[in-house]
């Protein structure tokens, strides 16, 4: 995955929701191991302080572990990474229902407006 970086928050910041991100949606697996601090760096661009901090955070919340000498990896914690998963589809969906408003929908009408042109990703809309 291509990591990209704005001005509006602190890039370790972003890195941690990114990652989180990567991980909740399956595109990191559990127990994959992580390259290590320096490779990171290397393909994100970032200083390897940076890089550690975002992952010292991750471990620090149980979202990856780190085995001595063996380097760091994504928990194996299913339960962990569906509440994880719950938290992103939350605020996605309060994002989205805000937005909604802003456009003069209400939350039925979003709620409609869903089911009718819902057909993101070749799915067949609910009825």
Do not use: C, W
């Not at 760091?72 to 962990?80: G, S, V």
């Amino acid at each position: 995955m291509k990591y990209l970086f704005t001005n509006d928050k602190p890039i370790y910041l972003q890195l941690i929701e990114q990652l989180e991100f990567q991980i909740v949606s399956g595109r990191i697996p559990p127990g994959e191991r992580l390259p290590s601090v320096r490779d990171f760096a290397a393909k994100t661009k970032v200083n390897p302080n940076t890089i550690q901090r975002a992952l010292t955070t991750l471990e620090e919340h149980r979202l990856i572990y780190t085995e001595s000498t063996n380097g760091r990896y994504i928990t194996t914690d299913e339960k962990l990474i569906k509440k994880l998963r719950e938290r992103f589809a939350e605020e996605k969906s309060r994002d989205f229902f805000h937005s909604m408003a802003d456009l003069g929908f209400t939350k039925p009408e979003a709620i409609e407006f869903i089911k009718q042109k819902g057909n993101l990703h070749g799915s067949k809309p609910t009825k």
